[in-house]
């Protein structure tokens, strides 16, 4: 319900529609001024601290790349994955997204491929516009030297549920149909 008093005011004809509509308009605009005047330095700082992460980042990476290069092992690591690729197959049905610096990307894959990639045994490499499904290991050693490159790596969750002993619920199973 809107507010009862202009509604009054407004058949009493003491109010006009554009008197209440620059009322509503006035309290939205002075809402919204308390609200930035309160958290714009909060976000101005939030602001910084990301942009300050995202150079000391792109820094640490530059790093790792530049050494990486210099050992040799980026060139090895091309010819290593081209080498140890699984091919994806023409015939796939199933359309598998990833995202790699902030695009999506999609490969069709097979039921096997897909279950091998949730599984966390394949990982996804995009170098110079093609993407490679290659193995887990070799995903991961890919993210360590050249993190631009890795589309996909299966990340096991740390922060398993921990089951209490003294838990009173601990007999009765949740159903799979529970809504919430």
Request: overall charge neutral; charged content about 30%.
């Amino acid at each position: 319900m809107a507010n009862a008093l202009q509604e009054q005011l407004l058949k009493a004809g003491l109010a006009s529609k554009q008197k209440v509509r620059d009322v509503k308009t006035q309290k939205r605009r002075d809402k919204k001024s308390r609200v930035d005047d309160g958290s714009s330095a909060f976000k101005q700082e939030i602001a910084e601290q990301k942009r300050l992460q995202a150079e000391k980042d792109r820094i640490l990476n530059e790093q790792r790349f530049a050494e990486a290069s210099a050992r040799g092992q980026v060139r090895g690591l091309v010819t290593e994955f081209t080498k140890f690729a699984i091919t994806i197959p023409t015939h796939a049905e199933i359309k598998f997204n990833y995202t790699l610096e902030n695009k999506i990307y999609a490969v069709y894959i097979d039921d096997k491929i897909q279950s091998q990639l949730l599984k966390g045994q394949l990982g996804i490499v995009r170098y110079e516009d093609k993407s490679y499904l290659v193995p887990h290991k070799l995903a991961e050693r890919v993210n360590l030297l050249v993190p631009q490159w890795c589309g996909y790596l299966w990340q096991a969750d740390d922060n398993k549920q921990v089951i209490e002993e003294d838990d009173p619920y601990a007999d009765y199973a949740i159903p799979d149909d529970l809504m919430w």
